[in-house]
């Protein structure tokens, strides 16, 4: 079955770079119609979506982040990547991966556990 | 881009009883892009109901979604202990994915 799994620094500094990785296992991120998504949720608050990779590796994002959000895949480490530049202190969230199914459920179907990221000096 | 709004805030209600939570579009969405998934603290979300009415796998019948257009609803029919937690809707449009901001249900 398949697991996802988000990797990378708790701890950013304001202006820098958020980068993060999100590590597909139980199967191929090649294979299947799938969007792969990132989105995140502040403490106490709902969930934001960030952006998106399909599997052709088209990408979409939101229109509020667009200017600052980077999703990219590399297949033969099945994985795929956030990079969110000049951070700030409302970059603080909890980040997920998830997987959307494309024309199955058409929905986020499965979800990696979550990494905390802090933004501050 | 299509907002979410989910009513009520915070549903209070007993064990066995009946929940009814609400998310209302600003413009029409397609009843195969909207989506209820369910939070626990410390949890990621978990899909409940994709194309507004269908059961995720493993979800139990007392999960039920209806609705289309611009009102949609999702059902608890008798609360179990482990139903009390938080919900979002969530719509697929125009490329973009949005939440509703969650209805929290907590024991009264």
């Known amino acids: 079955q398949v697991q996802l799994q988000e990797s990378g620094p708790g701890l950013v500094k304001p202006s820098q770079t958020l980068s993060l990785t999100c590590t597909v296992s139980?199967?191929?991120?090649?294979?299947?119609?799938?969007?792969w998504s990132w989105i995140r949720q502040p403490a106490g608050k709902g969930l934001e979506w960030i952006g998106r990779?399909?599997?052709?590796?088209?990408?979409n994002y939101n229109p509020s982040l667009k200017s600052r959000v980077t999703i990219s895949v590399d297949t033969s480490k099945n994985q795929f990547s956030l990079k969110l530049s000049s951070v700030t202190a409302a970059d603080t969230a909890v980040y997920y991966c998830?997987?959307?199914?494309?024309?199955?459920?058409?929905?986020?179907?499965?979800w990696g556990q979550g990494t905390m990221v802090t933004v501050s000096s | 881009e299509i907002v979410l709004t989910q009513s009520p805030g915070t549903l209070s209600l007993s064990p066995g009883e009946r929940a009814t939570l609400s998310c209302r579009a600003s413009?029409?969405?397609?009843?195969?892009?909207l989506a209820w998934y369910q939070q626990k603290p410390g949890q990621a979300p978990r899909l409940l109901i994709y194309?507004?009415?269908s059961r995720a796998t493993g979800i139990p019948d007392r999960f039920s979604g209806s609705g289309s257009g611009t009102d949609f609803t999702l059902t608890i029919s008798r609360l179990e202990p482990e139903d009390f937690a938080v919900y979002y809707c969530?719509?697929?449009?125009?490329?973009?994915?949005?939440f509703g901001p969650g209805t929290k249900v907590d024991i009264k």
């Open positions: 998830a997987r959307y199914d494309v024309g199955a459920t058409d929905a986020f179907d499965i």
């Open positions: 139980g199967g191929s991120i090649s294979s299947g119609s799938y969007y």
């Open positions: 990779i399909y599997t052709s590796g088209s990408t």
């Open positions: 413009q029409s969405v397609s009843s195969s892009y």
């Open positions: 194309g507004a009415s």
């Open positions: 969530q719509q697929y449009g125009s490329s973009t994915f949005t």
